[in-house]
């Protein structure tokens, strides 16, 4: 789980935002690689992190998202709290309530307004 030390450097795209660490390879950050993690943790975390458990319906949620991450937030869901990154519109999926299996979800970038 991530440590969300680097959640709030995210925005120069400089930092990983699970080890909070500058990438050391630029060519790997720009696709959301962290060479110490050995992880795309720039990535979105829609189908990543969080992952929709309903397996009757096909969403975005059930595959890994290929966009930069951009928003952060603390997501619940049965298992816990997770620290991640969402790109736009896994961020308006969540902002607009249409992600049930999301108990509780808390924007860490724009606002501190509660959804869930």
Known sequence: ???????????NHLACPDCGLRYKDAGAAKFGFCDRCLEFT??????????CPDMMTMTTWHIPC??????AWQIT???GPHL??????HDAQVRYGVTPWITVAL????????VG
Do not use: H, K, Y
Request: positive net charge.
């Open 107 to 114: 924007p860490l970038d724009r606002g501190d307004r509660r």
């Open 1 to 11: 789980m991530s440590n969300g030390f680097g959640l709030l450097r995210r925005r």
């Open 42 to 51: 720039g990535m979105c975390g829609a189908g990543r992190r969080v992952i």
């Open 77 to 79: 869901q049965d298992d």
């Open 84 to 89: 991640t990154l969402l790109c736009e519109t």
């Open 66 to 71: 290929t966009q930069r991450g951009e928003l």
